[in-house]
């Protein structure tokens, strides 16, 4: 149970600002909301939220699965608590990333490589209205276009708080190498991506190739692995602009210390945990999160190989880049780094 902090919420109450009272209507949300949960274990089952229904399971004897979610986000909120040094405040900036399904009071945080499009093929059908009834029959790009999803930035403040207060908020993450492997096959190494390789390409082969060519200062379609690590890990990089979501750290794009999650699903674990997700939200009869069979997909032994002409420093470097999204979802340093 957490506790409401109350030095908080009084200086909130005093400054008043937009973004702090997002912040201490949050803060009340939690106990607020596991008041009323333990309430509503006396009514009648039906009418549960997905938020309610979580609250109510923890309550009872736990399946494993139950037991693993609430293991990763006692984890999660015990390392914010020992390695975020000051809470800093969120703004509707911050909510980008959050996906609203208003019907079954779902918020997912969307986190590029981690299964994002399947996740927003179902929440199109979530909340598509009879409009789409087969997540895969829903093209790729279709699922990315910015309008056929809400996010919770287009909310009012009132609104993105009663949602945050009492919706199920989930999101799903990767271990962080694996994730930037894959991002880093998809963006530089397919042909097709041609919008990725000059606005990225084109730059990180100027600043970071020795003699470049013409053709791949013009084009920037042949990015190495190499290049792209002294691309990530160079401080100009970021003083420049954010990273990329494709390559941004979660802890970054979803602000897990400052959202508390109720669900920490992750790509190890993904069709269990959509499982467990679409249960909590009464929708396993409207939809079925898609089986992945993709045989192109990343694994620790193909990201190992990118490793192997890194240098220790270099990889020293891009491990600490990453650092909270390892310490935060409980990943281990991938034995193939070399960190000394
Ligand atoms: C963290 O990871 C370790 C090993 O990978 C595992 O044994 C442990 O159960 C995990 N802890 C939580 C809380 O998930």
């Avoid at 003083?239 to 979501?245: K, M, V």
Wanted: hydrophobic share 35%; glycine share 4%; with cysteine.
């Amino acid at each position: 149970m957490r506790k409401p902090k109350v030095g908080r919420m009084f200086l909130a109450t005093c400054v008043g600002s937009f973004f702090i009272l997002i912040l201490y209507f949050q803060n009340i949300s939690r106990s607020a909301s596991e008041q009323i949960s333990g309430w509503n274990s006396f009514s009648v089952k039906s009418g549960r939220s997905p938020l309610q229904t979580l609250q109510e399971n923890d309550q009872l004897e736990q399946s494993a699965v139950q037991a693993t979610l609430q293991g990763r986000r006692e984890l999660l909120e015990e390392t914010c608590r020992t390695h975020t040094r000051k809470r800093r405040v969120l703004g509707p900036e911050d909510l980008r990333h959050l996906i609203v399904d208003d019907k079954h009071k779902l918020l997912y945080c969307y986190v590029p490589k981690v299964a994002c499009t399947n996740w927003k093929r179902v929440l199109m059908v979530l909340t598509g209205d009879g409009r789409y009834r087969e997540p895969l029959a829903i093209p790729a790009n279709e699922a990315h276009v910015a309008g056929n999803l809400r996010s919770l930035s287009e909310y009012s403040t009132a609104e993105i708080n009663k949602r945050l207060r009492t919706y199920l908020k989930f999101v799903f993450v990767r271990e962080p190498v694996e994730r930037l492997v894959s991002a880093y096959r998809n963006k530089f190494t397919r042909s097709y991506n041609t919008a990725f390789h000059k606005r990225y390409g084109t730059k990180i082969i100027r600043r970071h190739r020795a003699d470049p060519q013409a053709e791949a200062l013009e084009k920037g379609n042949d990015v190495s692995f190499e290049e792209f690590v002294y691309y990530l890990v160079d401080p100009q990089t970021q003083r420049e602009e954010p990273f990329n979501e494709h390559w941004e750290r979660v802890h970054s794009l979803c602000h897990p210390c400052l959202i508390h999650y109720d669900v920490v699903g992750k790509y190890e674990t993904l069709a269990q945990d959509s499982r467990y997700i679409l249960k909590l939200a009464g929708a396993e009869g409207e939809v079925k999160f898609p089986a992945t069979s993709k045989s192109t997909r990343t694994t620790g032994d193909m990201a190992a190989k990118f490793f192997d002409n890194i240098s220790p420093f270099y990889q020293k470097k891009l491990f600490n880049l990453y650092r909270m999204d390892f310490l935060l979802f409980n990943y281990s340093v991938p034995a193939y780094l070399k960190l000394r």
